[in-house]
């Protein structure tokens, strides 16, 4: 199994009086490699073979590239009331790559199972991320706010798991 990640962030902040951004841009690019091997009773798959092992080896990689501009804004329209807004554009890439060895008897060299050429699936996605609330100032210990927000998770390639959150905070 390997991994390798390279990610980076910028971010740009500003305020004032009433004022507040913080903006930034995000990059990720991260690479998966394994290999899985195994041993099985081949008589699952021909019961006249009960008792014989049979071995196989399947190579995976994934490649996911993750692009993304955010922003996060807080704007004091009343010394007691802060408005706070932004979103977040995220595209991803996600590129899954499989194949096998097949299943082959290691006694005899009988093939149980054909190996299986390679086969690349490739998912592109991008999710736009909104976020809305307000803040009332109360006292100095106390502040009431309501902010409603979206989130993403993103599923792999191959297999949609993708799924999108929707959040109202209080």
Known sequence: ???????????????????????????????NKQMRAGTFNLGFFLPALEGLDGETQAPLKEDLTNYAAFVDLSYQLTPWLEIVGG????????T??????????PESGAIIIPALDENRTTENNTEVLPKLGVVATISDDISLGFTFS????????GVNLAETLRSGEA
């Open 1 to 31: 199994f390997s991994d390798n990640m390279f990610s980076q962030e910028l971010l740009l902040t500003y305020s004032n009086e009433k004022f507040t951004a913080l903006s930034g841009l995000y990059y990720a690019d991260i690479q």
């Open 87 to 94: 979103g977040r554009v995220d595209y991803e890439k996600n």
């Open 96 to 105: 899954f790559t499989r194949s096998s060895a097949g299943l082959v008897a």
């Open 150 to 157: 979206e989130g993403y998770r993103p599923g792999g390639s």
